[in-house]
């Protein structure tokens, strides 16, 4: 080679070099602009809301390092009403995935920055493609809802874009876990992805769902209302029982949710994951012996027992705070995870009603989708009597969960504590409706109804003839509870495995369960249930 080639061939080099580092400038400038959101103003107005950024709530929820963005430089072709002078990389949401706790996730984070958040045809695209790949790769699908809704300026298309997402949260139901974090506006037909997903954490202030805003109530109904009042998390966490978990802060919603994906298996043919056994303890669960108060209409907490018997007292309670008269949440035992399902004798005295029923019927279906074991511990009156319960549906309702314990086919296991009367007995996770392992304290009470209203049926005319009518009550009263207010009529017909000590519980319910992990049960083939909605 000669002097003058070699020097050919070093210019050719360089000036490869410098377009190839002007490309490279070039993507970083663009990275540069899509990571600004919709500018310095509009994050400042996010923030003094005392909101976190779309991009700040991603890092906090991933590993450090494992977020892998898709679609950063997507934008819409939209030109009605201006929009065309407002077109932003990544079009309002970043999508991507990485790991929680080494788990891989799939995330979308609403950037309400741009366009309010607002869902268009590109915007909702890029959701769409998201959920196809969790749903493809077995991954839960995790959501940030902060949105103004559908883009106005989009027209039709931004509610094709809802409808585009609605048709993958149902598909992906019972495939893979989803969970929607609000952390803004989540208002009008948009609510109903979230509504649709498994679980809603929302976030005290901050956050606020609804399907027509105060202006729309107070034009159509009169009413005067408050975003907070409307759809609030205080309001959805405590009246509606939309919401499932919520934080104080963002920072604390984030935290609930990798908790709560702790339990859960990343789809519906893995088993949910098992932590290290070697530390684990119940915890004083020897002072469960006492806990029953002598007078059986006393009341007493159930979380009480449930945190005895859980691994290291942990309890994630889901919907705390509605239709309080039963408690469902996670925990573990000895490592694996299971679903709890406990009546509450503190609240109504543990009585189901139309919320309670449906609050345990869908936890159980979520549970059984994802091959979660369910525990349930029962202290149950019957069913809550009254006109308001009737008119609304309490048969409708009730039914929800006899079909969901009788639909599912994971490990099933049941403490009795004290009373499980009539209807609610055969509801509450009994035998009769496929349960595998069932359990009753000695001071169990099974029967058709307590002593009170039993002797007051069948010996009306009786009792209407005594002199001494007082008497005669008590003394029926106390033959009746000698006989049924106990576990063994129950335990001689083979309708409890057996008759425990409250001490022995968590070591019984931990015996029991093993074996039931290798449970098969096959049911016949079909489209699917009709389940009383
Ligand atoms: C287009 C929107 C938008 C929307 C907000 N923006 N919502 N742009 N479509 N739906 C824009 C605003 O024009 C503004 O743009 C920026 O986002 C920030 O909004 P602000 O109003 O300044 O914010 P704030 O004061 O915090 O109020 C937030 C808000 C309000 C309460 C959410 O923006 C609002 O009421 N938006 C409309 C909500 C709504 O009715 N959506 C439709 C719901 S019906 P600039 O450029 O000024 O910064 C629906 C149907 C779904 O969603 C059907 C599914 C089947």
């Known amino acids: 080679m000669n002097m003058n080639s070699e020097l050919t061939e070093n210019r050719e080099l360089l000036l490869k070099k410098g377009k190839t580092q002007q490309k490279a400038e070039e993507l970083l400038e663009k990275r540069e602009v899509a990571l600004q959101s919709g500018g310095e103003k509009a994050i400042q107005k996010q923030l003094e809301k005392g909101k976190l950024t779309a991009r700040q709530r991603i890092e906090l929820l991933l590993d450090p390092g494992s977020f892998v963005e898709t679609n950063m430089f997507v934008r819409h072709k939209n030109s009605n009403f201006g929009l065309d002078k407002k077109k932003f990389y990544t079009d309002g949401v970043i999508t991507g995935f990485g790991q929680v706790n080494g788990k891989l996730v799939y995330v979308y984070s609403q950037d309400f920055t741009i366009l309010g958040g607002s869902l268009g045809e590109a915007h909702a695209k890029k959701i769409t493609q998201l959920m196809d790949q969790a749903v493809q790769n077995g991954a839960p699908i995790i959501g940030f809802n902060d949105s103004g809704g559908a883009r106005i300026q989009e027209g039709a298309s931004s509610l094709a874009g809802y409808g585009d997402i609605f048709i993958r949260n149902v ?4 495939i893979v876990p989803q969970i929607s974090c609000i952390v803004g506006p989540s208002a009008g037909g948009a609510v109903y992805s979230p509504a649709l997903t498994d679980f809603i954490v929302m976030t005290e202030d901050t956050s606020y769902m609804f399907v027509t805003g105060p202006v729309v109530v107070k034009a159509v109904t009169g009413e005067e ?12 966490s405590t009246n509606s029982g939309i919401s499932h978990l919520v934080g104080s802060d963002e920072i604390e919603s984030i935290e609930l949710i990798k908790v709560l994906l702790s339990y859960l298996p990343s789809n519906n043919l893995e088993d ?18 006492d806990i029953i108060p002598d007078d059986p209409q006393e009341p007493y907490d159930m979380r009480e027992v449930i945190l005895r018997i859980v691994d290291k007292g942990n309890f994630l309670e889901l919907q705390k705070k509605w239709a309080q008269n039963i408690i469902i949440g996670f925990g573990r035992l000895n490592g694996h995870p299971i679903g709890i399902v406990a009546n509450q004798p503190s609240i109504l005295a543990g009585a189901l009603d139309i919320n309670a029923s449906i609050k345990a019927a869908r936890f159980i279906r979520f549970c059984d989708s994802f091959n979660i074991p369910i525990i349930t511990f029962v202290d149950v009156p019957g069913f809550l009597p009254g006109l308001d319960q009737e008119h609304n549906g309490i ?32 509801v509450m996770g009994s035998k009769h409706l496929a349960n595998d392992i069932n359990f009753a304290w000695p001071t169990a009470e099974i029967a058709v109804m307590g002593s009170e209203g039993a002797v007051q049926i069948i010996y009306r005319r009786d009792l209407a003839a005594a002199e001494d009518k007082e008497e005669m009550l008590l003394n029926l009263k106390n033959d009746f509870a000698k006989e049924f207010n106990n576990p063994y009529l129950a335990a001689e017909r083979g309708y409890i495995d057996d008759v425990i000590l409250p001490s022995e519980t968590r070591q019984k319910l931990i015996a029991s369960l093993w074996p039931l992990l290798r449970k098969r049960e096959r049911r016949l083939n079909k489209k699917h249930g009709n389940i009383p909605l």
Do not use: C, Q
């Open 272 to 289: 949910p994951p098992l932590k290290d056994t070697s530390t684990i303890n119940g915890y004083e669960f020897k002072m469960l012996n």
């Open 225 to 236: 209302t408050s975003f907070e009042e409307l759809g609030g998390a205080s309001t959805h």
């Open 171 to 174: 598909r992906a139901s019972g």
């Open 395 to 426: 048969i409708k309702h009730g039914a929800k969960l006899i079909f969901a314990y009788a639909e599912a086919t994971v490990p099933k296991l049941t403490v009795i504590t004290r009373k499980a009367y009539g209807g609610a007995y055969i």
